[in-house]
């Protein structure tokens, strides 16, 4: 969690420096920006619980640590950064939106670039799924916590 935190005040100044980017192309703030903030948070809440899951798993399974950054580069890709979402095919919309950061790719464009509110029911519907998925892994880590010391060692 402290490797999250210290990734996230990085992204804090891209985000600075995406700000002044969009001021310098004359897009004018409105107060839709201020949607920007909930998606941030829930992006937090996302990379925080998907962390916890990994960092939860890599202790029994250790080569986990080498596919971590294949992963995420593999996600980074396949969540529009690249590319605007539009270009997606409508039969397969659904399943690219499966991926929680392409939904929060989405909104910030939404935000920024269209000026308006972001999909609240979305933002909704990924924080519902990082609470349930961080119950699980707190029931998880109540049974088997007391094996990470053995296995660490």
């Not at 925080?48 to 580069?73: C, E, H, K, Y």
Request: proline share 5%.
């Amino acid at each position: 969690l402290v490797m999250v935190v210290q990734t996230t005040s990085k992204q804090l100044l891209a985000f600075a420096m995406l700000f002044a980017v969009l001021l310098f192309n004359h897009k004018v703030p409105s107060i839709q920006w201020l949607g920007f903030i909930p998606i941030v948070v829930v992006q937090f809440v996302l990379i925080s619980v998907v962390a916890t899951a990994v960092a939860m798993l890599i202790p029994f399974a250790r080569d986990l640590t080498n596919l971590v950054p294949t992963g995420l580069q593999f996600l980074m890709f396949m969540s529009a950064v690249f590319y605007s979402s539009d270009i997606i095919p409508e039969q397969w919309e659904s399943l690219f939106f499966m991926n929680p950061m392409a939904i929060l790719l989405d909104q910030y464009r939404l935000v920024l670039l269209q000026n308006s509110w972001p999909a609240w029911n979305l933002l909704g519907w990924i924080i519902l799924a990082c609470a349930v998925i961080l119950v699980l892994l707190v029931l998880f880590y109540k049974r088997w916590g007391r094996l990470y010391p053995r296995i660490v060692i």
